[in-house]
């Protein structure tokens, strides 16, 4: 099978297609007897659907449409209603590409107007105070959705958390800046817009999610991948300080660590590619080179900046220090101590480098280390040696995985001991059985399904007990934590060891569950020492 083929399937278990309706919440409904049946938000009241005693609410605005003179702007209240908005189908995916970086994956219908989350509770009153879980999904920045299946919240919801799962603008619209942007800001920056909308979605958590019987002074951000990126930001921006008690991050590397390919830019450096978008598209020689830019079409804005990454990144933008929401590099915060006292449960898996790996040859791989590396290549090198083309592969699918996610999630676990809170590290090595995803391992992505207990919605062939098992464990754990701080207050049967710089202790999660210690050593000492940190 090629290795197309073989990325296609893997994302189908990361994302799973999703078909998604025009409009979100939007049809008038009838008035019924309870509260939960009629959540009244700050904006207006909406009904939702019971499921198997569990409510479901989708597509709920949480934001106006950033459309037209908003695109580009910070994310603004959504225009309030007064009938009953009915929130029985998720609204439109933030714009993407169509053939996007993992392989085909379509998650339906797209529209610019797509500020909406969605919302699982199994309270049968507002005032039952559950904790609640707000999902990031990830995408590179550039793409996913909240309503993708595999993360429907229903299972989750079941342990007794109220789950939301949010959109966030993407790509150009997401997080293009350009000089004139950041003129016409009141804080004087540009860029970041999709970082402003999860602070959107999680101050709207705050005003609202007591009425879906969910507790604003027990949440917890969790999300995968670039949702995992975003909640390193989200921890230490002072825009998100107060927002959320406990953060979930699921192989989010700080990219600049162990695998230094996207280092964040200054909002001078995001602005002059935001330039170099609007010269591409020739915006730049009209009169009002702004208007011609809120002019363009997504699609436009997509092609753009469609241009690939240096190597095995997926990452065309990414958020910037610009100052405000981020006031300086997320790995340099945390070194501080300066990211927010929250509990932090963090880890990756097994062979995350799998579906990032590009075809080069041997010659081609040792460039690669010395471009990235310098005068530290050599290390590196002896570390993840590759003596023929057979074993480029492999040795790279160690070095991402080991100096790029590993590392990266030891370090943010060390880190929490400088603000008294604690830590719990993680490595998810289980595999699925369906053939047509061996040579992928423990691939990017594939605790997801497990952590939702969604296994039945991705389409795989092979799944057994020790999945379902498996999955059950995860819950308990991901809820336990997001109940207490502490993994262990849920119902799982494995005591998971909390992270300390002493005893580097970490729980393995596969096909037998274990805790294990001194997560990579060799390769989290080399980041360390190529960082001074």
């Given at each position: 099978?090629?290795?197309?083929?073989?990325?296609?399937?893997?994302?189908?278990?990361?994302?799973?297609?999703?078909?998604?309706?025009?409009?979100?919440?939007?049809?008038?409904?009838?008035?019924?007897?309870?509260?939960?049946e009629i959540p009244q938000l700050d904006s207006g009241p909406i009904s939702g659907i019971l499921e198997e005693g569990v409510w479901t609410y989708k597509g709920i605005p949480f934001a106006a449409p950033p459309t037209g003179e908003l695109r580009w702007k910070e994310p603004q209240p959504v225009e309030p209603w007064e009938e009953v908005l009915a929130c029985d189908s998720y609204g439109p995916a933030c714009p993407q590409p169509k053939d996007d970086w993992t392989g085909?994956?379509?998650?339906?219908?797209?529209?610019?107007?797509?500020?909406?989350?969605?919302?699982?509770?199994?309270?049968?009153?507002?005032?039952?105070?559950?904790?609640?879980m707000v999902w990031i999904h990830g995408g590179a920045f550039r793409s996913g959705a909240g309503s993708l299946p595999v993360y429907d919240?229903?299972?989750?919801?079941?342990?007794?958390?109220?789950?939301?799962?949010?959109?966030?603008?993407?790509?150009?619209?997401?997080?293009?800046?350009?000089?004139?942007?950041?003129?016409?800001?009141?804080e004087g920056v540009s860029g970041n817009y999709g970082l402003f909308d999860q602070v959107a979605a999680l101050e709207w958590v705050q005003d609202n999610i007591d009425v879906f019987g969910g507790d604003a002074d027990t949440v917890t951000v969790f999300g995968e991948s670039a949702g995992g990126m975003s909640i390193l930001d989200l921890m230490v921006s002072p825009l998100a300080d107060g927002l959320f008690d406990r953060a979930i991050v699921e192989s989010g590397p700080m990219l600049d660590l162990g695998l230094p390919i996207n280092e964040m830019p200054t909002l001078e450096e995001a602005e002059k590619t935001g330039e170099e978008i609007s010269e591409e598209l020739g915006c730049d020689e009209a009169?009002?080179?702004?208007?011609?830019?809120?002019?363009?079409?997504?699609?436009?804005?997509?092609?753009?900046?469609?241009?690939?990454?240096?190597?095995?990144?997926?990452?065309?933008?990414?958020?910037?220090?610009?100052?405000?929401?981020?006031?300086?590099?997320?790995?340099?915060?945390?070194?501080?101590?300066?990211?927010?006292?929250?509990?932090?449960?963090?880890?990756?898996?097994?062979?995350?480098?799998?579906?990032?790996?590009?075809?080069?040859?041997?010659?081609?791989?040792?460039?690669?280390?010395?471009?990235?590396?310098?005068?530290?290549?050599?290390?590196?090198?002896?570390?993840?040696?590759?003596?023929?083309?057979?074993?480029?592969?492999?040795?790279m699918d160690r070095l991402i995985t080991q100096m790029g996610f590993g590392a990266s999630a030891r370090f943010t676990a060390d880190c929490m001991e400088k603000v008294g809170e604690p830590a719990?590290?993680?490595?998810?090595?289980?595999?699925?059985?369906?053939?047509?995803?061996?040579?992928?391992?423990?691939?990017?992505?594939?605790?997801?399904?497990?952590?939702?207990?969604?296994?039945?919605?991705?389409?795989?062939?092979?799944?057994?007990?020790?999945?379902?098992?498996?999955?059950?464990?995860?819950?308990?754990?991901?809820?336990?934590?997001?109940?207490?701080?502490?993994?262990?207050?849920?119902?799982?049967?494995?005591?998971?060891?909390?992270?300390?710089?002493?005893?580097a202790e970490y729980l393995e999660l596969g096909a037998t569950i274990t805790p294990a210690a001194d997560l990579f050593q060799q390769a989290y000492d080399l980041v360390m020492k190529i960082n001074g940190l």
């Open positions: 099978m090629s290795r197309k083929a073989m990325v296609s399937i893997a994302v189908l278990c990361m994302l799973t297609t999703a078909t998604l309706l025009a409009a979100g919440c939007g049809s008038k409904a009838t008035t019924t007897e309870t509260t939960l085909m994956m379509d998650v339906g219908y797209t529209d610019e107007d797509c500020l909406y989350l969605n919302v699982w509770t199994p309270a049968e009153s507002p005032d039952e105070e559950l904790p609640v919240g229903h299972n989750l919801a079941e342990k007794g958390v109220v789950v939301v799962t949010i959109n966030y603008r993407l790509g150009a619209l997401g997080l293009m800046a350009h000089p004139l942007l950041s003129q016409e800001s009141p009169e009002d080179e702004l208007a011609a830019l809120r002019e363009t079409t997504p699609d436009e804005l997509m092609a753009a900046t469609s241009a690939g990454n240096q190597f095995f990144s997926p990452i065309n933008l990414s958020p910037n220090i610009d100052g405000y929401l981020l006031s300086e590099n997320p790995s340099q915060a945390f070194a501080d101590g300066g990211q927010h006292a929250v509990p932090l449960l963090t880890g990756i898996n097994a062979n995350e480098g799998t579906i990032f790996l590009p075809d080069i040859t041997l010659n081609q791989y040792g460039l690669m280390g010395d471009y990235l590396y310098g005068e530290n290549a050599a290390e590196v090198e002896t570390l993840y040696p590759a003596q023929s083309e057979a074993e480029v592969k492999p040795s719990y590290l993680y490595l998810f090595t289980q595999t699925l059985k369906d053939p047509r995803t061996t040579a992928l391992g423990s691939f990017h992505g594939l605790e997801i399904m497990y952590v939702f207990g969604n296994l039945d919605k991705v389409g795989v062939e092979g799944l057994d007990e020790e999945d379902y098992a498996l999955s059950e464990e995860m819950m308990e754990y991901w809820t336990g934590f997001a109940s207490s701080g502490d993994p262990n207050s849920g119902g799982a049967s494995v005591q998971w060891p909390a992270y300390t710089a002493d005893t």
